[in-house]
Structure formats: C-alpha cells, structure tokens
C-alpha cells in the first residue's frame, strides 16, 4: 500500500472508538450538533475549503459550499443538496506560470439516504444511500467533466461519548463529456466523533482512503474537526454551529499537501 502512515492512524482511531462506552440512540436522535449521520433533521450548512494542491509548482484551490439537508417520506429517508463555488491557481509544471487559472461554478452533488436498520439494545444502526455527482462545472479544470453515481453503505455504532461510522462507497460514472476521463473509485471512510460532556463542543474525524481505479492512484486524506455550539455564546442561537476542520493527504499518489475548512452549520431550522 501506499498510505501506510494513514492506514496505521485509522486503525488507532478504531481501537480508540471500540473503547468508548454505549450511549442511547434516543439522546443521539436529539441532536443539534450535525455530527449523527443517521438524524434526519432539516439543516443548511455554508462553508469554505482552502487547499494547497500536489502539484509541481504552486497549487491552490479555494470551495466555497452551500449544503442543504431535508427528511421526507415521513422522516424515513434524507435529501442531501450541495452546490459549490470553485477556484483553481495551479502551476504544474514549476516554470512560474500559472497552467490552470480558473474560477466558477463546480460540480455539484445530492444524496439520498435511509436507515436500513436501527437496533436501541446494541445502540446500532445501518445506513444506505445513493449520491448523485452532477456534471455542472463553467470550466473543464473545475469538475471531472462525468455524471457519476454513488451508492454507499455505513455502519453506525453509538457510544457514551459519541459515535464510529465506518462506510464504503464504489463511484462510478454514467456519462462523460468528449475526451474527459471516466469515474471509477472505491471510497473508504472511518468516521469518529468525541463529543464533549457538556454537548456543546465536539472532536470528529474522517480518515478516508481513496483507491482510483481509473486513474491507478491510491492515496488517503485525514480531516480533523474541531466544532462548537453557538449557544456557548448566545443563548438563542439554538441548533447553530462553527466549526474548522483541517486536513492532509497522505501517500504518494495524493491529490493535496492540506487544506483548511471553515463552516457554519444550522440545524433542525
């Protein structure tokens, strides 16, 4: 493998979730932080990404995303809508110009997700869903030029002081435009949250192994997630969130050295 160092943290992280102890699933479906995948709330999310890509001379990339979450179906299943604003300033090659210099609209994706089964005695839970990953980019340098599909499955497990969701994800694409690549990739994710006693704050991570089968590169990213309630601070500010979350790539094969995101969540508006 070429994300050795990844693997052995996501396996720490494991370790460390299966040491937690079992909290009820009725506390988790309360709430407010967005952290529970599996809580299906009405909620709007904005944030922005900065990247420092890995690429031969400098490379940055800044995303800005509005996300909106909404049940249906009596509560029993989740649509998930993200659009986003993406700017790229890449040098490819080291000469001190700029090969990519674009900024527009990008790709944007939904989701739709449902609790397959949910067991309060184990405190867990099964998800399943289907992203949808739409071709919408004003710029060829802004998308993957594919109409892609993603069904994926996550398991949830509930602690005392939070939860572990490992997922898989098999990404493929249905359409491409003229000479663009097809999409075909295995996404590999071990999400943790540690919430703090008091609710109000919370540590989640995400380390994700990508394997691209299309390109042949095989790389990780690890996200780190510091998240606060507003209520901390004003009383009234119920159901609203800030957190900032950066991140690395890891392996040969990565895409991005790190990255910054910051975001601000409200749920259940």
């Not at 809580?39 to 944030?47: A, G, K, L, Q, V």
């Not at 490992?166 to 694409?173: D, I, M, R």
Request: net charge negative.
């Amino acid at each position: 493998m070429k994300f050795g160092p990844a693997c052995a943290i996501i396996v720490a992280l494991g370790l460390a979730a299966n040491a937690a102890l079992a909290q009820s699933t009725e506390a988790q479906s309360k709430d407010k932080t967005g952290t529970n995948p599996i809580n299906f709330s009405r909620d709007f999310r904005i944030y922005h990404e900065f990247t420092e890509l890995n690429t031969e001379g400098d490379g940055t990339q800044n995303v800005t995303t509005a996300e909106i979450r909404l049940p249906f179906a009596d509560g029993k299943w989740q649509w998930r809508l993200r659009a986003r604003l993406n700017a790229i300033e890449a040098d490819l090659n080291d000469d001190g110009n700029n090969d990519i210099d674009e900024s527009g609209v990008g790709d944007w994706d939904m989701r739709f997700l449902t609790v397959l089964t949910l067991d309060p005695q184990t405190q867990q839970a099964w998800a399943s869903g289907l992203e949808v990953f739409l071709d919408t980019a004003d710029e060829d340098e802004l998308g993957s030029g594919a109409t892609s599909l993603g069904p994926q499955v996550f398991w949830v497990q509930f602690f005392e002081s939070g939860l572990f969701a490992p997922g898989l994800q098999y990404k493929f694409s249905v359409d491409e435009e003229s000479g663009r690549d097809e999409v075909e990739q295995w996404l590999i994710d071990l999400n943790y949250l540690k919430m703090a006693d008091d609710k109000q704050s919370w540590f989640f991570t995400d380390p994700q192994i990508v394997l691209d089968q299309e390109a042949d590169l095989d790389y990780a990213i690890v996200d780190l997630e510091w998240g606060w309630m507003a209520t901390n601070w004003n009383a009234e500010a119920k159901g609203q969130s800030f957190y900032v979350r950066p991140s690395f790539g890891a392996g040969s094969d990565r895409q991005t050295e790190y990255s910054v995101e910051v975001g601000y969540k409200w749920v259940g508006w």
